[in-house]
């Protein structure tokens, strides 16, 4: 059984999200060391990008300040592999635009991340009738590519998305950029439950994960629970105040969950 696999059949796993290189390479790593003591599960690597669109004003933010500092991809895996050597339990995952990716090299990157120990692959950008360029190079080195469903997405593409696809599918569970919200949309439950109906996949549910209540709600029907833009705006604050916020998390997902 891969890393993934096992995790998510432990338990419904936290998923936290951390921009590499914010607010420095030091800062984020230390974050990201307080997050797994903290009780994350998974970390996604966060690759800085100077037009991340999909991301709200706190990642936005994180991200161009990263790329100001000059961090790009070749630091996020050499940040990766520091943390993998240190936690061979942690499950780990590139979160990229293509861009960069693109830039580093489908295959080359795909061969490094599965040196470096890393669980898979989640394109942020990557259109289900163009991802086969990376789709191959990440099944040849035994890597999970993560694929997206919205909750515009209609049931034959979310079952065309998910096909042939493996370790979970990330749920976003509000239409628009990430973002901490007051609370989930009101038709939650049922948006999880149409996903799941088309895919066998774990169902994970990101977007809008703001505190403990959140968390709780999303591990009431989701099979695991991701949370990024409340995580990077208390890293700020410093490395003890994000793991402080981890465990408030953690709690909550082991309680509902």
């Known amino acids: 059984m891969d890393r993934l696999s ?10 936290v999200f951390t921009t590499a290189g914010y607010p420095s390479l030091e800062q984020s790593e230390a974050g990201m060391e307080q997050a797994i ?61 293509m861009n960069p990716m693109l830039h580093y090299g489908y295959d080359a990157l795909c061969r490094d991340l599965e040196k470096i120990g890393v669980d898979g692959i989640l394109p942020v950008d990557l259109p289900l009738e163009e991802r086969s360029e990376l789709l191959e190079p990440c099944r040849a080195h035994n890597l999970h590519m993560i694929p997206l469903i919205s909750p515009l997405t209609p049931p034959d593409r979310v079952r065309r998305i998910t096909q042939g696809m493996s370790g979970f599918v990330y749920f976003i569970n509000v239409a628009g950029v990430t973002g901490a919200r007051k609370k989930l949309p009101d038709d939650f439950p049922e948006m999880i ?9 774990p ?39 994000a793991g402080a916020f981890v465990k408030s998390l953690a709690d909550a997902v082991r309680s509902a969950g």
């Open 6 to 15: 096992d995790i998510f059949s432990k338990r419904k796993p936290l998923i």
């Open 37 to 97: 003591a903290a009780g994350a599960d998974i970390l996604e690597l966060g690759t800085p990008f100077s037009d991340p669109m999909a991301d709200g004003p706190v990642i936005a933010s994180a991200s161009r300040e990263a790329v100001q500092q000059g961090v790009g991809l070749p630091d996020v895996l050499k940040l990766a592999g520091r943390i993998r050597a240190r936690h061979p339990e942690t499950g780990l995952i590139l979160f990229s635009y």
């Open 193 to 201: 439950r149409a996903v799941k109906e088309q895919t066998g996949l």
């Open 203 to 241: 169902v994970a549910s990101g977007f809008g994960i703001a505190d403990p209540e959140t968390a709780a709600e999303a591990a009431r029907y989701a099979d695991g629970v991701i949370c990024g833009s409340a995580f990077v705006s208390r890293l700020k604050e410093g490395p003890d105040k």
